[in-house]
């Protein structure tokens, strides 16, 4: 058989042969392709090396030109002056957000008898009228009489239905536990033991430091009596700063929290859901006997949002300590600034549906601008699709 595979091979006409060895090449390239699209894939999966390119695409942002070594010393002693006056800038930008912080305190002022209103109605320390409850749909969403009637009447017999199986809830049951899973951000950190204890969570409240005293807020997340902890108020505190730093004051981009404090959490014995008990089976050296030890370690948790790491008075932290504090602080922000404020939105979905929306208009657009130029091109008599054949894929020979 090697004879006649051998005389074929050389029977075979030498263009044949290069037609065989361009298929080669081509499913070593595809092979390649393939192993490099699956190692791209693993790598966009690693936070860490994400990290650093993020680290290395801001590195690359603004690089100088080499332009200003080649200017005058009279005009970079100019430039030094604009850089002074740029100084001054950051400095009046950061009186600028102190001042908001102040309007912050002070509508949150005008905000909370409607908060706690709204904390009222969850909990069902109050009953709200028929004229607080009349709702009206935007003009879009609204239906014709007859389907309005027809769902009307079926959601009359659903709850006559749910009357007699069970007695009315009270307030709005597990409203901000709703919330919470409906929020990615937040779902991510929540555990399956933690959904009981969150179903006593009745509000979350936005505390500003006084005026006059360093900038700060405050978040007090208030629990009805439960069987897992004593505490009725479990509060994070963010200590934040507005100023340029004068080793970097070009950096300076508003307020930016420095760091937090969490508290401690008085767990009934049993029911700390942050720590775990595990057992561990060991093997002694010299006799060959085993025993069973058992060790308490810590346990994935939302509450350990309550116990976040500190920070050194050096302010340097090891790589872990600065991730956990980096997501913390974007927890603490987005809570302050986006669910305390819309929590019913958010409790309904409709809040979640806005953002979504907003990342498919920019879809939508690009989408626009690519059919525009694709009509362009195809109405342009000059016009040669050969020429926009994107070449195939190249693959380094070794």
């Given at each position: 058989?090697?004879?006649?595979?051998?005389?074929?091979?050389?029977?075979?006409?030498?263009?044949?042969?290069?037609?065989?060895?361009?298929?080669?090449?081509?499913?070593?390239?595809?092979?390649?392709?393939?192993?490099?699209?699956?190692?791209?894939?693993?790598?966009?999966?690693?936070?860490?090396?994400?990290?650093?390119?993020?680290e290395?695409?801001?590195?690359?942002?603004?690089?100088?030109?080499?332009?200003?070594?080649?200017?005058?010393?009279?005009?970079?002693?100019r430039?030094?002056?604009?850089?002074?006056?740029?100084?001054?800038?950051?400095?009046?930008?950061?009186?600028?957000?102190?001042?908001?912080?102040?309007?912050?305190?002070?509508?949150?002022a005008?905000?909370?008898?409607?908060?706690?209103?709204?904390?009222?109605?969850?909990?069902?320390?109050?009953?709200?009228?028929?004229?607080?409850?009349?709702?009206?749909?935007d003009?879009?969403?609204?239906?014709?009489?007859?389907k309005?009637?027809?769902?009307?009447?079926?959601?009359?017999?659903?709850?006559?239905?749910?009357?007699?199986?069970k007695?009315?809830?009270?307030?709005i049951p597990?409203?901000?536990s709703?919330?919470?899973?409906?929020?990615d951000?937040?779902s991510?950190?929540?555990?399956?033991?933690?959904?009981?204890?969150l179903?006593?969570?009745?509000?979350?409240?936005?505390k500003?430091?006084?005026?006059?005293q360093?900038?700060?807020?405050?978040?007090?997340?208030?629990?009805?009596p439960?069987?897992?902890?004593?505490?009725?108020?479990?509060?994070?505190?963010?200590?934040?700063r507005?100023?340029?730093?004068?080793?970097?004051?070009?950096?300076?981009?508003g307020?930016?929290?420095?760091?937090?404090?969490?508290?401690?959490?008085?767990?009934?014995?049993g029911?700390?859901?942050?720590?775990?008990?595990?057992?561990?089976?060991?093997?002694?050296?010299?006799?060959?006997?085993?025993?069973t030890?058992?060790?308490?370690?810590?346990?994935?948790?939302?509450?350990?949002?309550?116990?976040?790491?500190?920070?050194?008075?050096?302010?340097?932290?090891?790589?872990?300590?600065?991730?956990?504090?980096?997501?913390?602080?974007?927890?603490?922000?987005?809570?302050?600034?986006?669910i305390?404020p819309?929590?019913?939105?958010?409790?309904?979905?409709?809040a979640?549906?806005?953002d979504?929306?907003d990342y498919?208009?920019e879809?939508?657009?690009?989408?626009?601008e690519?059919?525009?130029?694709?009509?362009?091109?195809?109405?342009?008599?000059?016009?040669?699709?050969?020429k926009?054949?994107?070449?195939?894929?190249?693959?380094?020979?070794?």
């Amino acid at each position: 058989m090697a004879d006649i595979d051998n005389k074929d091979q050389a029977e075979m006409d030498p263009a044949d042969m290069e037609d065989v060895e361009d298929v080669e090449e081509e499913e070593t390239c595809e092979d390649e392709n393939s192993k490099a699209r699956q190692l791209t894939v693993q790598m966009m999966q690693n936070p860490q090396i994400l990290a650093a390119l993020q680290e290395r695409l801001d590195g690359l942002n603004g690089s100088p030109s080499g332009y200003m070594e080649s200017l005058p010393k009279v005009v970079k002693r100019r430039v030094n002056a604009l850089k002074n006056l740029q100084v001054k800038c950051a400095h009046i930008e950061a009186k600028f957000y102190e001042e908001v912080h102040e309007l912050e305190r002070k509508y949150a002022a005008l905000y909370q008898p409607l908060f706690d209103k709204r904390s009222e109605i969850v909990s069902a320390a109050y009953e709200p009228t028929d004229e607080e409850c009349e709702w009206k749909a935007d003009e879009e969403e609204e239906l014709t009489v007859s389907k309005q009637d027809e769902m009307k009447e079926k959601a009359k017999l659903e709850e006559e239905k749910k009357d007699e199986e069970k007695e009315d809830p009270k307030g709005i049951p597990e409203f901000w536990s709703t919330v919470f899973k409906n929020v990615d951000l937040l779902s991510d950190m929540l555990q399956e033991h933690d959904e009981p204890i969150l179903k006593h969570l009745q509000d979350i409240k936005v505390k500003f430091s006084d005026p006059g005293q360093p900038m700060s807020f405050t978040l007090e997340f208030h629990f009805e009596p439960n069987e897992f902890f004593t505490n009725t108020v479990l509060t994070k505190v963010y200590k934040m700063r507005s100023e340029p730093d004068e080793s970097d004051p070009f950096s300076f981009d508003g307020p930016e929290i420095m760091s937090c404090t969490g508290c401690t959490i008085d767990w009934t014995k049993g029911k700390n859901v942050t720590l775990k008990t595990i057992k561990k089976k060991q093997k002694h050296k010299g006799r060959g006997t085993v025993r069973t030890v058992t060790k308490t370690v810590p346990n994935d948790s939302f509450f350990n949002f309550f116990s976040p790491p500190e920070v050194p008075e050096n302010g340097e932290l090891d790589e872990d300590s600065e991730a956990v504090l980096t997501a913390d602080f974007e927890i603490g922000h987005f809570i302050r600034e986006r669910i305390v404020p819309r929590a019913v939105l958010y409790f309904t979905g409709e809040a979640i549906e806005d953002d979504d929306d907003d990342y498919d208009e920019e879809g939508e657009e690009a989408d626009d601008e690519e059919g525009e130029e694709e009509a362009d091109e195809e109405n342009d008599p000059d016009y040669d699709p050969k020429k926009d054949a994107a070449p195939p894929a190249e693959c380094k020979q070794q």
